[in-house]
């Protein structure tokens, strides 16, 4: 039976399938060639950019707001948005390493960092959304009305577009 909360459910399972590419990556560290290593960060980096963080984004400015109203409790998320912070802060140092997959090998300093922020941003982020999925949408479920709900989703969509927005202009610039 679906719930007022489907679709959201719906984007914590794609954003999941779509998290593995995080920890085969991290695996993939000095034990495939660095030109397929290369590839398996660079898609990492699309999916954290273009998708992770636009839709964090998304969650802060619409879910989060409703939660804290729903518990009566404005700093009720904050520990959330600080796990956003953190992927977002583990997204640019991902991004710096990125650059340094050039060459014929990879150093050793390098290929440890990588795996640090590659298995730390799959850590962090499967964490988050398991607490958001047990903590968050019961309380949305419960206590959400559908017009509420409504709103909250047409926000969180908006919030969506504008950061895939800015992802473009970013990619286009860079």
């Known amino acids: ?3 007022r909360l489907q679709s959201l459910r719906d984007d914590h399972r794609d954003l999941v399938a779509r998290l593995e590419s995080l920890r085969v ?3 993939a560290v000095g034990e495939v060639p660095l030109a397929v290593l290369q590839s398996r960060v660079t ?3 699309e999916f954290l950019t273009g998708e992770l963080l636009p839709h964090a984004d998304a969650e802060e400015r619409g879910l989060y707001p409703a ?3 729903l518990m009566g409790a404005p700093e009720a998320t904050r520990t959330m948005a600080e796990d956003h912070l953190e992927a977002a802060r583990l997204t640019v140092e991902l991004q710096v390493l990125q650059s340094e997959l050039r060459g014929p090998t990879l150093a050793p300093p390098v290929a440890q960092e990588l795996r640090r922020i590659l298995y730390g941003l799959y850590a962090l982020i499967t964490a988050h959304l398991t607490k958001e999925e047990k903590v968050f949408f019961p309380i949305l479920e419960e206590r959400l009305t559908r017009m509420e709900a409504a709103r909250m989703f047409r926000a969180m969509e908006e919030f969506a577009r504008e950061a895939h ?4 202009v970013m990619q286009q610039a860079g």
Not at 165 to 168: E, F, G, I, S, T
């Open 25 to 27: 990556a991290a695996e």
């Open 1 to 3: 039976m679906p719930t």
């Open 43 to 45: 898609r990492a980096v």
């Open 165 to 168: 927005a800015v992802h473009a």
């Open 67 to 69: 939660v804290a109203r």
